[in-house]
């Protein structure tokens, strides 16, 4: 079985940051893509950013050049840091990870609980 589990969330207010984290943990090989995705309340849940495992990013038009996606490959943990911050970020975020259990297995996507950010005016 494969577990994430983010951390991080919080209230802010406008034009601050949070830096949110998801750990994959259990039985896990190696880690393809990575990524975060948000869903505000009566919308649908929207890619944020992703991570290749060679490091190579893409964003949201809507959060280019305020929020920025890492990750460490030796703890299986994927990152955002999220600057300027404005209401319109206010969602739960989820963490995805593309895992492969064992080798041969084939890469399952796994899915992290959600995190709540809530950005003040």
């Known amino acids: 079985q494969v577990q994430l589990v983010e951390s991080g969330g919080g209230l802010v207010q406008a034009g601050g940051s949070l830096r949110l984290s998801c750990a994959a943990s259990?039985?896990?090989?190696?880690?393809?893509?990575m990524g975060w995705h948000r869903q505000a309340p009566g919308k649908q849940r929207e890619l944020v950013a992703a991570?290749?495992?060679?490091?190579?990013?893409n964003y949201a038009d809507s959060v280019k050049g305020r929020f920025t996606i890492s990750r460490d490959n030796a703890k299986n943990t994927v990152y955002l840091q999220m600057n300027s911050l404005k209401p319109e970020d206010t969602a739960v975020y989820y963490c995805?990870?593309?895992?492969?259990?064992?080798?041969?297995?084939?890469?399952?996507?796994?899915w992290g609980q959600g995190t709540q950010v809530t950005v003040s005016s």
């Open positions: 259990g039985s896990i090989f190696s880690i393809n893509d």
């Open positions: 995805n990870a593309e895992v492969l259990r064992f080798y041969g297995s084939g890469y399952v996507d796994y």
């Open positions: 991570i290749t495992s060679g490091g190579s990013t």
